[in-house]
Structures are given as C-alpha cells and as structure tokens.
C-alpha cells in the first residue's frame, strides 16, 4: 500500500494522512506488541470520556505495525501559539484546564500500566546513569506516595488540537497510572527546554488551579530526568538533564 509522504515523523514511528484517516505507522526496531498497546491506551482514554481521536484498526502495513485512526481537523495549540505568542496564557489556561480533566479519572489498573513500572524499566535501561546513580534514582522513586491518576506522560501543546468546537488531546503513547506531579513535572521539563519562561507560566498556572505545591511537583525532577533520558530524543540536551538529576540527587 502507498501511504505518500508522511505528514509527521518522530522516534518511533511516522504520521501519514490517507483516506480522511490518519495512519501511523511503527518503525521496525519496537517490540511487536507497540502498535497493540498504544492503541489499547489510546482506546481507554477514549472510553474515559476524554477528548480522543477514536481508534478505528490495528493491522500491518507493508510488514510494519499501524494504527489507524479518526482523523482531527485543526491546528495544534502549539501552532497557533507560535503565530501569536501574546496568547501564550491564554493557551496554557486551556491546556491546564484539560490536563487537570485528565488528572481527575481515577483508572482501572489492569486498563493501564502503573507509572512506577513504567519509569523503573526506562531509568534502569540508561547507559549514561552508574550503578550507584540509577539505585539512587530508583530509591527515590520507591518512596514517593501518591493515589493513581491517569497521566498523558507526553503532555504539551503540540498534542492538543483545537478544531471548530474542541480541544482533541493526541499520543497516548506515554500514559500511565500515577502521581499527577510527575506528569506536570514532565511537562515543565519539556517546556523548560524551550522557554523557561514558557515553562513557569505553565507551572504557575496549574499550581494556581489545583493547589498543588511547586516544591511538591519539584521533587519528581530527577526521576523524570533520568527516565528522560531513556528516550535518547536528538532534540534533548542530555547535559541538561544530568545536571537536574546531579542537582537533586548529588552522590
């Protein structure tokens, strides 16, 4: 099948619009099981009543795992913030707002993996982390207490797309069960390499909408970094994120 050109390309897979459908198709090197896990993640966002694209097949395309799914007409909130910066509050408010409708579903635990599975198998896969490093890390990660929360794990403005009467949150991928402050840290650590400015206006504004502490969210910073940096994304400093996790955690 002839998909064209993809319309988007990233780490694990490209984006191709075909057939008023978007397809996305699996780079060749992930476990075979990827395609059917985000969809089912995907799929359980969709049945929480959240704004998703819904998940329309699973199947192989040209020996390749794919996804295929509804396609969402309209421009992302990073698109149109990027256009007109002076609404930059304007957009966070909206992403808040949505992150926090998330944040309130308390998920079923066999629908969708626990946080702490999910970033104890990503620090422990990093090369660039010692020994005493990661057991530090993964110590740390132990002794946090928290309730079960459906968290986005990838959640920023480029995965929100406004049409003409929603807002549709995309990429499922990363989601969990776990401690919303991991998820809002991890957002604040994709913002802040852009912008730290960007990031402070967001942090500042879901800590005003919930109640949660800066401080309470802060002390997620090196658990996410290091699990950050399981992703080996070629637009992350890996620098930068040593340096959080040398800064919370020195040994």
């Not at 702490?116 to 993964?138: A, D, F, H, M, P």
């Not at 989601?175 to 402070?200: E, K, W």
Request: with cysteine; charged share 25%.
């Amino acid at each position: 099948m002839d998909l064209g050109n993809p319309i988007a390309t990233g780490n694990t897979a490209k984006i191709y619009y075909f057939d008023n459908k978007i397809v996305k198709v699996f780079n060749d090197f992930l476990p075979d099981t990827e395609s059917i896990n985000e969809a089912n993640k995907h799929k359980y966002a969709y049945s929480s009543g959240l704004p998703v694209p819904e998940i329309l097949g699973v199947t192989k395309i040209n020996g390749k795992q794919a996804i295929i799914m509804e396609y969402v007409k309209g421009k992302t909130l990073g698109d149109l913030l990027f256009k007109d910066k002076e609404q930059t509050e304007y957009y966070l408010n909206i992403s808040v707002d949505i992150q926090m409708k998330i944040h309130s579903i308390n998920p079923n635990p066999k629908a969708i993996e626990p946080m702490y599975v999910k970033l104890n198998r990503q620090i422990e896969t990093v090369n660039k982390l010692g020994i005493k490093q990661k057991s530090v890390l993964l110590n740390k990660l132990e002794s946090f207490t928290y309730e079960n929360r459906l968290c986005h794990g990838d959640f920023h403005l480029y995965n929100l797309i406004k049409t003409d009467n929603q807002v549709v949150v995309i990429d499922w991928v990363d989601s969990s069960a776990g401690d919303i402050r991991a998820d809002v840290y991890r957002t604040y650590l994709l913002y802040s390499q852009v912008s730290s400015v960007l990031a402070d206006m967001y942090l500042r504004l879901y800590c005003e909408k919930s109640g949660i502490l800066r401080s309470e969210v802060f002390q997620w910073a090196p658990v996410i970094a290091g699990a950050r940096l399981s992703e080996s994304v070629s637009t992350e400093n890996s620098k930068r994120l040593m340096r959080i996790i040398n800064h919370y955690c020195p040994l």
